[in-house]
């Protein structure tokens, strides 16, 4: 391919002033969505033709534009830290590529990309499995029709009540029909194409059916990114999620789009268009590319994994995206194919996102580059290399509980986010471990005993092929170590946190929310090796002359895959089974945050209500009254407040509870709200109503109000 330099800097003065111009005098929604996208999808070429200029032009492209946004978070998160992002800040960030990247391009002709891969060419073999493939389009298009007609504004705990069976039967028979197709093409562009359909459809399931938006820690992101579009900055400033924050911003500032759906789209969107091709590239080198299967089939293969933390945009979500890019791409960088600098970048990139998984990823790339740089020596070098070697990984053993410790001495007093504990006695340590055991579901259901059965024991499936994969790729590849040595050292952090840390801020029944994120963080390490070994199980079983055992295989890792849909969201089956207690927000929440609103008529008021109601205050008014540390809401759950609401709920409702929640911020107005779907909510109205001044109801009983004036 050849670039030419005057083509280039036109281009970049064209998408530069129009974007410039819209921030500054057009402020045109069009004009953003055409401009916006251009400028990522030119620059982010332009950046895969510098970083990967003897790689295929689909990997330029894909691999330029992720790069790209990285950049764009990184550098955003920092001119943040330092600075704020107003419009002067952005355009500033707008202007940073083409002296950044026009530099390093190195124009005329050049090594021609590798020629197998052609995602677009048809060949007859495609054409013999076009009737698999109209099944997939046709079956899509009808769920995608289901999810449509699904979305709702009501409050549900799960979107499988209100989605057809119908649904199920679909995504089970499309998923079929595509892991069929994808065994038998030999055409892994377009086995790639429809893998990243199929993936949006299957992450973004949240995005059709929770209209208002999905959960409660989005609303919050939300919430602060609108105010830092708004005013450039937010106080306090965080120290953590700045990475989404400025990308999310940037992005909604160049496309002259909603903050809010932005937010809602970019990681679905991120890991329909990235994670399978990512998947692809790096295990390719490892497949007969001669034979069916090819590598895409682990690109499908990787959703047999619930995906729980890819449903809606968070920190730690996205987050956890990048690390697995890392993950991924570091086998390349074991065979010397992809540049460990480059995946540094990511690291820290993922760092400013959230810590959470960016001290994982800096772990890892520890490990990697110990493992890479410090090959066999001989006399004192190879002394050298077993210190190095083991200081790496007893560091990386404990370095997350090092970093809450000296999270615990930085922060120490009220606002500390951990403090210690101690465990006493072989017992307690083996419950506060909580490691899960393998069980059978049964309770003669057969849909559910077989979905949960599945979902509960995936761990399992994942440390035997996990496991498995390792042994069978380390005959060619002996520095994979590196992987399960990553998976013990997050493992012995996850211990160590598990048993002797505290978090305050989070109220009891969710202090195990981080150690359980390790947790997950740290089978992330095995997910390549899993899939490495599915697909020599399924290149044996394609070897195989008996076409039953085929097609018995084939229909129950489409079963497996459509179990994994259902386990990764929120669910109510029964306690038999799983009740997931969290409603979404609802029209009456937003209703009833207005009412309040209206009804303090400008006076100082505080609110003692659930998560839901909190979360459509922070949507509708954002972080718009505190009362010294105390937001107006009982917003987070470790909050003085929230402990007044569980009171309110659990115990009676009383007038002298409400009292101390007034004293304690300094009001004469409070108001109690309780939904209707609060177990014995009928119990707690006839007893609430005595104690308040006035009731008010909102959507015909759906939400009750309870005003008390001190």
């Known amino acids: 391919m050849t670039l030419r330099l005057p083509y280039c800097i036109i281009i970049s003065l064209i998408l530069i002033v129009g974007l410039l111009g819209n921030f500054f005098l057009w402020e045109s929604t069009l004009l953003g969505l055409t401009f916006g996208p251009a400028y990522l999808i030119f620059y982010g070429f332009l950046l895969g033709f510098i970083l990967f200029r003897a790689r295929p032009d689909l990997f330029k492209f894909l691999y330029g534009l992720l790069f790209f946004l990285a950049g764009l978070s990184l550098f955003g998160a920092l001119i943040y830290f330092f600075y704020k992002l107003n419009t002067l800040a952005l355009g500033t960030l707008v202007l940073l590529p083409p002296f950044v990247i026009l530099p390093f391009l190195r124009f005329g002709n050049h090594p021609e990309s590798e020629k197998h891969f052609n995602p677009l060419q048809i060949n007859p073999h495609i054409l013999r499995t076009t009737l698999l493939l109209a099944v997939f389009i046709f079956l899509t298009i009808l769920n995608l029709r289901h999810l449509l007609a699904a979305g709702t504004v009501e409050a549900i705990r799960t979107p499988w009540k209100i989605l057809p069976f119908d649904f199920f039967i679909n995504y089970f028979v499309a998923t079929l ?3 069929y197709f994808v065994l038998k093409s030999q055409k892994e562009g377009l086995n790639l194409i429809l893998i990243s359909v199929h993936t949006f459809l299957t992450v973004a399931l949240a995005l059709f059916i929770y209209r208002i938006g999905y959960g409660f ?8 990114e609108k105010v830092i579009l708004a005013q450039g900055f937010i106080l306090p400033k965080p120290f953590y999620y700045l990475g989404q924050y400025s990308l999310v911003v940037f992005l909604a500032k160049i496309f002259h789009t909603s903050v809010i759906w932005v937010d809602r789209l970019l990681l679905p969107t991120l890991i329909s268009v990235f994670l399978p091709a990512t998947v692809y590239f790096s295990l390719r080198p490892y ?4 034979k069916t299967p090819g590598a895409s089939l682990a690109a499908l293969l990787i959703f047999l994994l619930p995906f729980t933390a890819f449903v809606a945009t968070t920190p730690q979500g996205f987050a956890n995206f990048f690390l697995l890019i890392i993950v991924f791409f570091a086998i390349l960088a074991l065979r010397r194919e992809f540049q460990i600098s480059a995946l540094w970048f990511l ?8 810590p959470l998984a960016g001290l994982p990823a800096l772990i890892f790339l520890l490990l990697l580059t110990v493992f890479t740089f410090f090959k066999k020596q001989q006399g004192v070098f190879e002394f050298v290399r077993h210190v190095v070697f083991i200081m790496s990984v007893l560091l990386a053993a404990i370095a997350i509980p090092l970093v809450f410790l000296a999270a615990l001495f930085l922060f120490l007093g009220p606002s500390s986010i951990v403090s210690l504990k101690t465990i006493e006695g072989a017992n307690n340590f083996l419950t506060a471990l909580g490691w899960p055991l393998p069980v059978l579901v049964n309770h003669f259901r057969p849909f559910y005993d077989l979905a949960y059965t599945y979902g509960q024991n995936i761990i399992f499936l994942l440390l035997f092929f996990g496991f498995a994969g390792y042994f069978i790729l380390k005959k ?3 520095s ?22 505290d978090f305050p801020s989070l109220i009891k029944y969710e202090q195990g929310v981080y150690p359980q994120r390790i947790l997950e963080i740290s089978f992330y ?3 390549p090796l899993f899939l490495f070994a599915l697909y020599k199980f399924f290149e044996k079983l394609m070897e195989a002359k008996g076409k039953t055992i085929k097609l018995f295989f084939i229909l129950i890792f489409a079963t497996f895959l459509t179990f994994s849909l259902y386990y990764s969201y929120p669910k109510d089956d029964g306690e038999d089974y799983q009740i997931d207690r969290g409603y979404s927000v609802s029209l009456f929440d937003l209703n009833a945050v207005h009412k309040i609103d209206e009804d303090a008529a400008g006076a100082d008021y505080i609110v003692l209500a659930d998560q839901s109601v909190s979360a459509a205050a922070v949507k509708e008014f954002g972080f718009s009254k505190y009362f010294g540390p105390y937001f107006y809401y009982p917003i987070p759950t470790g ?3 929230y402990q007044y609401y569980l009171k309110m709920v659990y115990q009676t409702p009383s007038r002298a509870t409400v009292a101390e929640a007034a004293n304690l911020t300094g009001v004469k107005l409070v108001y109690f709200v309780l939904n209707k779907y609060w177990t014995d909510s009928d119990k707690i109205l006839e007893a609430a109503r005595p104690t308040a001044d006035e009731t008010l109801e909102i959507g015909s009983g759906k939400i009750f109000i309870f005003k008390y004036q001190f």
């Open 525 to 527: 390490f095995l997910i």
């Open 217 to 224: 820690d989005p609303f919050i992101h939300q919430a602060t």
């Open 639 to 641: 909050d003085p407040l």
């Open 480 to 501: 994979v170590l590196v992987y399960p040595t990553a998976f013990f050292a997050l493992i012995t952090n996850y211990v160590l946190i598990k048993l002797f840390v």
């Open 287 to 290: 497949t007969d590319r001669t």
């Open 177 to 179: 029909a595509l892991l």
């Open 476 to 478: 060619n590849l002996p």
């Open 347 to 354: 690291g820290f990139t993922t760092l400013l996102i959230h």
